[in-house]
């Protein structure tokens, strides 16, 4: 590409030179135009669903708080529900009255919308704490086997841990 030089006033004018920029531009605009693909949109689908059930859910989101606290060499010392009185006995009876208790509260119903996906359980663990405790209580809080059928029944999938907890206190 040559630049010409003109001289006006005394001062050189320098010209670019525009047809071949402007050729150049047309034939990038003509490459994409020949090569654009009009594409179906992905996942539009026309659906049919049911129309909705007249008033509210009949479940209720039940919010719970499972405290676990350490002894000083870091066993479990106690297990309690919604700050009430923690249960006695053993670790497996504090356990096994833990999950009577989460029976009582959501219930056993299976199926979707049951109170038990909607419920959700904070646990407050101690730092100190050892790991088999919390392992423990999550295993009693998720399930259990029934004692009457021997079938598994859910219990509560939503946990999460206290933020902050483990304070010792």
Same mark, same amino acid.
């Given at each position: 590409m %040559?630049l010409? %030089?003109? /001289?006006?006033?005394?001062?050189e004018k320098v010209?670019?030179?525009? $047809?071949p920029m402007i050729?150049i531009v047309?034939? +990038?605009?003509?490459f994409?135009?020949?090569?654009f693909? !009009? ?6 689908? &026309?659906? &049919?669903m049911p129309q909705a059930a007249?008033g509210?859910? #009949?479940? $209720?989101? !039940?919010? +719970?708080t ?8 870091? &066993? +479990?010392? #106690?297990? #309690?529900? *919604?700050?009430?009185?923690?249960? /006695?006995?053993s670790?497996q009876? %504090?356990f ?9 509260q959501?219930?056993? *119903?299976?199926g979707?919308?049951t109170?038990?996906e909607e419920s959700e359980? /904070? !646990?407050?663990a101690? =730092?100190?704490?050892?790991y088999? =405790?919390?392992?423990q209580?999550i ?5 259990? !086997?029934?004692?009457? $059928? ?6 509560? /999938?939503k946990?999460k841990?206290?933020p902050?907890?483990g #304070?010792g206190s």
């Amino acid at each position: 590409m %040559k630049l010409r %030089k003109n /001289e006006v006033h005394g001062r050189e004018k320098v010209e670019v030179p525009m $047809t071949p920029m402007i050729d150049i531009v047309f034939q +990038l605009l003509v490459f994409f135009i020949m090569t654009f693909k !009009i594409v179906a949109m992905e996942g539009d689908f &026309n659906i &049919n669903m049911p129309q909705a059930a007249q008033g509210s859910p #009949s479940t $209720t989101q !039940i919010a +719970l708080t499972l405290s676990l606290r350490a002894g000083p060499s870091g &066993n +479990l010392q #106690s297990v #309690s529900l *919604n700050n009430l009185p923690p249960f /006695e006995g053993s670790v497996q009876e %504090k356990f096994r009255k833990l999950q009577d208790a989460i029976v009582e509260q959501v219930g056993v *119903n299976d199926g979707p919308s049951t109170t038990q996906e909607e419920s959700e359980i /904070e !646990i407050d663990a101690d =730092y100190q704490l050892h790991y088999n =405790y919390v392992i423990q209580a999550i295993t009693a809080v998720t399930g259990r !086997i029934d004692p009457k $059928t021997g079938e598994v029944q859910k219990l509560i /999938e939503k946990i999460k841990f206290a933020p902050g907890s483990g #304070s010792g206190s």
